[in-house]
């Protein structure tokens, strides 16, 4: 089984969705303030929050995922609020050639694109966002700051609990991949059951991702330190947001 369609039913617990609402609609309507939006296409979209957010606040909403298991999630998410949306099945390398339309706003969030393992592939990605934007069209791509965490070398990501489910993330750092590890703990009394689940990421910086997007159809890129576009400091951020404009 896919590691995205394992966690799909879990995601939102161990990624404190509840906690981060109020930031996604904070980070949405921080993009309206600073762009022009009436359609939104998210790449990766996971179980759907920022498309149905989008298009509560109005837009076409269109949300993309390599899990089946996430856009199912996704579908119930939508259908819970009351919103119409659209919805696949793709890998990002494959944009181009499944997502119809145009869009003003491309949204690869929630460290994604680090799951593009190969300098070709995140080429062919790159290249499909600048394909399905409009004249003018942003793009925002989301992401760790592998700068920081690679010079730390921390192995605890977050533990955190929701009833008798304990989630303990943590990282492996083999050659020049970044092994991401999923722990679910259950349990009952002082008895459990475990579960690991895992995924290679690449340990992508903000300069290799811009010197990507400046030779695959995007003019223009802004790098700031998080979702309210503050400053980036690569010692201090944790995050990274890259603002590119399509050429």
Known sequence: MDFYDE???DYDDF???????????SFLNAVQARHSISSVL??????????VKSAQMGKRAVGVDISAGMI?????????????????????QELAGTVEGKFDLILCLGNSIPHVLKQSELVRTVAGFAHLLNSGGILLVHLLNYTKI??????IVAVNR??????IRFYDFVGELVNFNLLKITWQGTKNQH???????FPYTPGRLEDCLLENGFAEVNIFGDLQFNPFD?????????EARVG
């Not at 998210?42 to 498309?51: K, N, Q």
């Open 234 to 242: 690569e010692k201090t951020s944790e995050a990274v947001l890259l």
């Open 15 to 25: 990624t404190n969705l509840a906690v981060r609402e109020a930031g996604i609609q």
């Open 72 to 92: 199912e999630q996704s579908q119930a998410r939508a259908k819970k609020a009351g919103v119409q949306a659209t919805w696949a099945v793709c890998p990002m």
């Open 7 to 9: 966690i799909a039913g």
């Open 42 to 51: 998210d790449v990766a979209c996971g179980t759907g929050s920022h498309v």
């Open 150 to 155: 690679l010079a730390e070398q921390k192995r």
């Open 162 to 167: 929701v009833g008798d489910d304990e989630y």
């Open 195 to 201: 579960r690991l689940m895992s995924t290679p990421l």
